[in-house]
């Protein structure tokens, strides 16, 4: 380890860094533009130059490794002069439109002006103008804005995994562009993050707010199970952006496009106020009227006629209410696996994802059955990206053939090419019994078939075989796409020894044995099944659900409520309220609750606290916030179904529409005219 002296400071540092992570970590602040802590080092924008010791000119400190017996100097004259000159050569053909620039108030280059830039500029010559670039319908362009800093360009290459962003012509005339082609990643929202200046913002947050203007609140992503922290920015009861904040082992500072563009599905579509059919037709009514209306019906059926289904996006204490409240009715009829996954709630480590996002980068090898991670956690997709450009990373892959953004070996379609593996007449077999952290990541695309829980079985079978399970390793994975789903599972929302699941409550509902539905968010059921019981949805949005609903009780949003949820690894995060839900809309526990006072017992809770402590009660895993627990893997029985030769399918269409609120954003719309029907715009689109 080096030691080095840093104004004055003699410091040791680990090897491999460079003077600029030296100089930060002996607490002195050096500008940058082009160098950002992920991506590789370019050296473009010259703005990070110190002083070094017999260096006969100031050095660019993200580019120079650190040496032993090195002398900087961070705050020297000729440093500072230095700064002030790359500033001035850095806004000779910036616009300085700083009062019509959404980056406005949270720009880098106009912070690094103001702190290092010089008070007047000696260049006389008219500015350089560019022309606008099309990049999709997320990403705004003010190209001359740029200051060819390449983040984007590196950012798409390295992170996303996609070569449409780059640099044209040399000197004085070179320009970002992207040949006039939408940027068509899953994480091209990136972009307008790791950009310094204006050039490339938000198009759908253009010209809205200012970043003063909002509340800021910390929260978790639902649209998918990685579980990626966020930031929601709020204007009175509108949010109007979504950004990611820091978490090293689930999002790093990424986020998904979905996860961030999806606010205006917040506010269309919504349901404000309870509604009740009358004579074939939805009419609104009080709360009083709604449930009694629910009283009359439920009062005369039995337990096992009643059944309920939790949706994907339910957060942990609506579902323990729900189960709660079924229980007090004397139903076992309830399913928060509305896919009809075929996991079993009995055994935590059978149906998470136990080596962790972050132990992917610890890995070796990897075998992924019947899933297409860049559609169905496009982070954890990001992550095996980043694993396999370290090198010595073999990825193996049965079901679609899909662009996964780095190289795998297709071994085949379905459950056959699984048991050649198990059996070892597979040339992958080989690969994970080399291996030293082997892992297999099982897909819902595998689960949510009818033979579900053989190919868990036949999965199971392959990481006992290869050791896939060791004293410090887990390499076992289910990759969930549900946000509820793991919650549920830890909570118990599985039927009981004589209740009925996702197909069976349908089936039940359609032959009249069940007689009534309640629907907690759950829109991705065949809800034609439905039409001959009484069917009470509790959700956000006017989807599926909501149209085939007997009664309706307005729910909150995840935005709108304090709510826990589990991600794919079995991290336990807390999502905060940011804005009040619209209308009469409430908390979804506080309408089961309320509820439960009308029909049957009263439950046991009053408040958020002691609704969180009987969770704990139910599993303690509630109260270990933010920790993932490492453990061994527990039996995997099949429940007698031979597996099938068909072909593994993803469960996930299209990835810009997967749940109500995705598919009332007129965004997501645009996003999937582009990139999923193919409706490229080119030239022709604009940056409006």
Known sequence: MPKLTIDGKEIEVADGLTVLQACELAGAEIPRFCYHERLSVAGN???????????????????????????????????????????????INHPLDCPICDQGGECDLQDQAMAFGLDHGRYKESKRAVTEKYMGPLIKTIMTRCIQCTRCVRFSTEVAGIEEVGLLNRGGHVEITTLEKAVNTELSGNLVDVCPVGALTSKPYAFNARPWELKKVNS?????????NIRVDV??????????????????????????????????????????????????????????????????????????????LSDAESMLALKDFMTNLGSENIDCRQDGAKLNASDRSTYLFNSSIAGIEEADAVLLVGSNPRWEAALINARLRKRFLEGGFKVGMIGEAADLTYEYDYLGAGPDTLKEVTSGKNVF??????????????????????????????????????????????????????????????????????????????????????????LLGADEVDTSKLKNAFVIYQGHHGDA???????????????????????????????????FPPGEAREDWTILRALSEQVGDALPYDNLGQLRQRMIE???????????????????????????????????????????????????????????????????????
Request: net charge negative.
């Open 429 to 518: 077999a080989k690969v994970l019994k080399d291996a030293k952290k082997p892992m297999i990541i099982v897909g819902m695309g595998a689960l949510t078939r009818t033979d579900g829980a053989a190919v868990l079985a036949e999965a199971k079978a392959i990481a006992d075989k290869y050791g896939l399970v060791q004293d410090d390793w887990n390499g076992f994975n289910v990759l969930h796409t549900a946000a509820a789903r793991v919650a549920g599972l830890d909570l118990g929302l599985v039927p009981g020894s004589k209740g009925k699941d996702v197909a069976g409550i349908l089936e039940g509902a359609e032959n009249g044995s069940v007689k009534a539905v309640y």
């Open 220 to 228: 978790i992503d639902v649209m998918d199970a990685v579980g990626s």
């Open 45 to 91: 924008c010259r703005m990070c130059l110190v002083e070094m010791e017999r260096a006969p000119k100031p050095i660019a400190s993200c580019a120079m490794p650190v040496g032993e017996g090195m002398v900087i100097k961070t705050d020297t004259e000729v440093v500072q002069k230095a700064r002030k000159g790359v500033m001035e050569f850095l806004l």
């Open 545 to 579: 659900g909501a149209s085939c609903a007997d009664v309706i009780l307005p729910g909150a949003a995840y935005t709108e409520k304090n709510g826990t949820y589990v991600n794919t690894e079995g991290r336990v995060q807390l999502g905060r309220l940011a804005a």
């Open 618 to 688: 139910v599993n303690p895993v509630f109260a270990a916030i933010d920790q993932v627990s490492t453990t061994g893997l527990g039996d995997i029985a099949g429940d007698g179904t031979k597996l099938s030769s068909d072909p593994f399918k993803s469960n996930i269409e299209n990835f810009y529409m997967t749940d109500p609120i995705s598919r009332s954003s007129e965004t997501m719309s645009a996003c999937t005219e582009q990139f999923v029907l193919g409706k490229e715009q080119g030239a022709t689109g604009t940056n409006g």
């Open 235 to 312: 204007r009175g009861r509108e949010v109007l952006r979504v950004l990611p904040r820091i978490h090293e082992d689930v999002n790093e500072e990424w986020i998904t496009d979905k996860t961030r563009y999806i606010t205006d599905g917040l506010s269309r579509q919504r349901i404000d106020r309870p509604y009740v059919r009358v004579d074939g037709k939805l009419k609104a009514a009080s709360w009083d009227e709604a449930f009694s209306d629910i009283k009359e019906k439920l009062s005369f059926l039995k337990g096992n006629e009643i059944a309920a289904i939790a949706g994907d």
